[in-house]
């Protein structure tokens, strides 16, 4: 079973920073593309960005562009999420998703792969 854990939620003001990390076990890691999502209270939850397999491609939502980053490192099974100039909307839960197929991680599907349990980012005005 392959199982993502998210960490390094938390509180910060607008215009500042965090770093979401996401370890999932196990030898595959390298198997998965690697996403970020998040749900915000009342919405649905929106893709934020994605990276194949060794990194090669990212891809983010148009609304993060130029903000945040995503990285893996293959060998400590672990993908990043690295967030500047925070915003208020930018609230969320957000969660680490593990996709069998780079080319449909976009859609988040449960069928597709694999969710933690998510992590509560909070940017404050």
């Known amino acids: 079973q392959v199982q993502p854990v998210e960490s390094g939620g938390g509180l910060v003001q607008a215009g500042g920073s965090l770093n979401l990390s996401c370890v999932v076990a196990?030898?595959?890691?390298?198997?998965?593309?690697m996403g970020w999502f998040r749900q915000a209270p009342g919405k649905e939850r929106e893709f934020v960005a994605g990276?194949?397999?060794?990194?090669?491609?990212?891809s983010y939502a148009d609304s993060v562009k130029g903000r945040f980053t995503i990285s893996r490192d293959n060998g400590e099974n672990t993908v990043f999420l690295e967030m500047t100039s925070l915003k208020p909307d930018d609230t969320a839960v957000y969660y680490c998703?593990?996709?069998?197929?780079?080319?449909?991680?976009?859609?988040?599907?449960?069928?597709?792969?694999?969710w933690g349990q998510g992590t509560q980012v909070t940017v404050s005005s």
């Open positions: 990276i194949s397999y060794i990194g090669a491609g990212t």
């Open positions: 196990g030898n595959t890691f390298s198997a998965y593309a």
């Open positions: 998703y593990a996709a069998r197929d780079y080319r449909r991680l976009r859609e988040g599907s449960d069928e597709d792969g694999y």
